[in-house]
């Protein structure tokens, strides 16, 4: 069997669903299925039993779980205390949006206990401009929402999944509602991020549309989190965020509602092509193997 095979089989062990298996490893279903069916018959033996509901492990399927998870917890053991020795000591800079560093603990835990000669620092970003630092060097990755489609930057794992919340004012028809939905962004205006992030990548995050097609109007313009937070404020707009920026801020005259028909947004580790390294790849390492935090 090979180590890819083994990795589909554990994760559809876990999962027990063939779209989210084929989503957290980055493969195709079909993938999933082949590699799946493929070693039924080289063993002989049924795995998972499928029905049109659910996805389940035979007995013989949670034996061959426990056996393999415990091989490949030794491979990645011996090869990271490998890997460790030849990286030596350095510090990978880490860009996020505001207080998501804490919701990836796990993560640069689990990365310092692998290779504990490697620091990870955070560094903040702003959604008007967050790609710059990775283009100068500033940072070495930034974990960013996606889609993120440019040609000089490599998108590793996914890190973390969230919902989205709308920040509205606090004297606001909305705030007594306790959610909103995308279509109450015709009805307000957004606040306008300027010309450094992509438009499709900003619209991924504020549509300039709504579901129904209405217009969604834009402008005051702000570059900072807290730009953004003073501007709700003040009643001059509502504004579409990560779900975490609710967690970490209760600021004064700003209400954070659910956005109920939102997509759950997909944050993925993200780094300069050309700076690509043996650091950045065994921190991606880590983020595949840990799996998405579900925030």
């Known amino acids: 069997?090979?180590?890819?095979?083994?990795?589909?089989?554990?994760?559809?062990?876990?999962?027990?669903?063939?779209?989210?298996?084929a989503e957290r490893l980055g493969v195709s279903q079909a993938r999933v299925s082949q590699a799946v069916g493929r070693q039924e018959r080289r063993l002989g033996v049924v795995l998972f039993d499928r029905t049109s509901r659910r996805v389940t492990l035979t007995p013989v399927g949670r034996r061959l779980r426990e056996d393999l998870q415990q091989a490949l917890d030794l491979l990645r053991a011996g090869l990271a205390r490998a890997e460790a020795a030849g990286l030596g000591s350095q510090t990978l800079r880490l860009g996020v949006f505001g207080h998501?560093?804490?919701?990836?603990?796990?993560?640069?835990?689990?990365?310092?206990?692998?290779?504990?000669?490697?620091?990870?620092r955070f560094g903040e970003i702003n959604g008007s401009d967050p790609f710059?630092?990775?283009?100068?060097?500033?940072?070495?990755?930034?974990?960013?929402?996606?889609?993120?489609?440019?040609?000089?930057?490599t998108v590793g794992p996914v890190v973390f999944t969230?919902?989205?919340?709308?920040?509205?004012?606090?004297?606001?028809?909305?705030?007594?509602?306790?959610?909103?939905?995308?279509e109450d962004l015709a009805d307000n205006h957004v606040v306008d991020l300027g010309p450094d992030a992509p438009a499709y990548w900003v619209e991924s995050m504020v549509p300039t549309r709504t579901p129904l097609g209405r217009r969604v109007p834009r402008g005051p313009a702000a570059r900072t989190f807290h730009e953004?937070?003073?501007?709700?404020?003040?009643?001059?707009?509502?504004?579409?965020?990560?779900?975490?920026?609710a967690r970490y801020n209760n600021p004064p005259g700003v209400v954070f509602l659910p956005l109920r028909d939102a997509p759950v947004l997909r944050w993925a580790l993200t780094w300069r092509s050309a700076a690509d390294g043996p650091a950045l790849r065994a921190l991606a390492r880590t983020a595949a193997d840990l799996g998405p935090i579900t925030l």
């Open 132 to 153: 710059t630092a990775l283009r100068t060097g500033d940072h070495d990755a930034h974990v960013l929402w996606l889609p993120v489609a440019e040609p000089d930057l």
């Open 228 to 245: 953004i937070l003073s501007l709700v404020a003040a009643g001059d707009c509502v504004h579409p965020l990560g779900e975490v920026a």
């Open 162 to 182: 969230a919902g989205r919340v709308l920040a509205v004012p606090a004297d606001h028809p909305l705030a007594g509602r306790g959610t909103a939905s995308l």
């Open 1 to 21: 069997m090979e180590l890819r095979d083994i990795e589909i089989f554990l994760t559809l062990a876990e999962e027990l669903h063939f779209g989210r298996t």
């Open 100 to 120: 998501a560093g804490h919701e990836l603990r796990p993560l640069v835990d689990a990365f310092r206990t692998r290779h504990p000669g490697i620091d990870v």
